[in-house]
């Protein structure tokens, strides 16, 4: 859905909004009682910065930057995905016993 200027209730700075890292969604409460919600690959793939109310017709403008934005879940140490793997001490204690 194309947002239009009647529909835009705000502009919210992303540091305003709660981030669930679990759904990787930034939300923000909807004067409805519901909450606007925006993905964090749309953000980071630039796909769009409007928040959408799944209840009402509502929307907001989010207002970020890009390298402001938390890696993904599959991004590795240099944002590469795939690249980099995060092992507790014990398994890496065990990777060494079987070497």
């Given at each position: 859905m194309a947002a239009t200027a009647d529909n835009i209730y705000d502009e919210i700075e992303i540091e305003d909004m709660t981030y669930?890292?679990?759904?990787?969604?930034?939300?923000?409460p909807c004067p409805c009682g519901d909450r606007f919600e925006i993905s964090l690959d749309d953000l980071?793939?630039?796909?769009?910065?409007?928040?959408?109310?799944?209840?009402c017709s509502l929307q907001i403008r989010v207002i970020y930057e890009i390298e402001d934005l938390p890696r993904?879940?599959?991004?590795?140490p240099e944002g590469q995905k795939g690249a980099g793997t995060v092992m507790s001490e014990q398994q890496v204690a065990a990777l060494a016993a079987a070497a």
């Open positions: 669930d890292a679990t759904l990787q969604i930034y939300h923000y980071r793939e630039g796909e769009t910065d409007i928040g959408v109310c799944p209840s993904s879940k599959e991004a590795g």
